[in-house]
């Protein structure tokens, strides 16, 4: 079955983040050589025929690199693309997944993955739903990671305030306890 509902390919659709890093896993070598033709144009693409390839890939991903989406085939050996997508996670915390499905009656992903799946499409997929839906995942990417350098930046600065509040409050105490001091040596006892 094909990847794709050829019957609306696209023509020009806008990409929302050239240059994003996308993994496309399916053991379907046709269903593979489409999906990254599709996405390559606008996408750096990084393919694997098969669950062991995406996790040595992504094992061996340069540091300053971040697998943004992962696409997974649901039905790929030997756990399927939900377990494959979790096992993704553990090594790239951050990743969203998008689950293939070759039927709508295919079963859908076992709530035991616990993989964060940003959505599950059908084959064919219309070329222009699957690139609204990789878009979407690409921006939902990107402000989550925005939203953890922001808490990041906030826990830093709260940490910095708080020893600044110990060291003032420590420098507030010696002073009551030298006016204290003051009170207890007065002549006027």
Known sequence: MSV???NNLITEQPIAAPKSLILVVDDDPL?????CA???????????????????????LPTDMWLE?????????????????????????DTLGILLCSTIGESSPEPESHARIF?????????????????????TYKKRREMIKQSDSLTLEIQEISELL???KLTLQRLLDDIA?????????
């Open 69 to 93: 989406v992962a696409i997974c085939d649901q039905q790929l050996p030997p756990a399927g693309g939900a377990m494959l997508l979790r096992q993704l996670q553990s090594l790239n915390a």
């Open 31 to 35: 269903c593979l050589k489409l999906t």
């Open 38 to 60: 599709l996405l390559s144009e606008h996408f750096a693409v990084i393919q694997a025929p098969s669950a062991e390839r995406a996790v040595e890939l992504i094992e061996n």
């Open 4 to 6: 794709f509902d050829l």
């Open 119 to 139: 959505k599950v499409l059908h084959k064919p997929v219309d070329p222009h739903q699957f690139i609204d839906v990789l878009n979407q995942a690409v921006m």
């Open 166 to 168: 110990a060291e003032k």
């Open 181 to 189: 001091k003051l009170g207890s040596a007065s002549p006027d006892q």
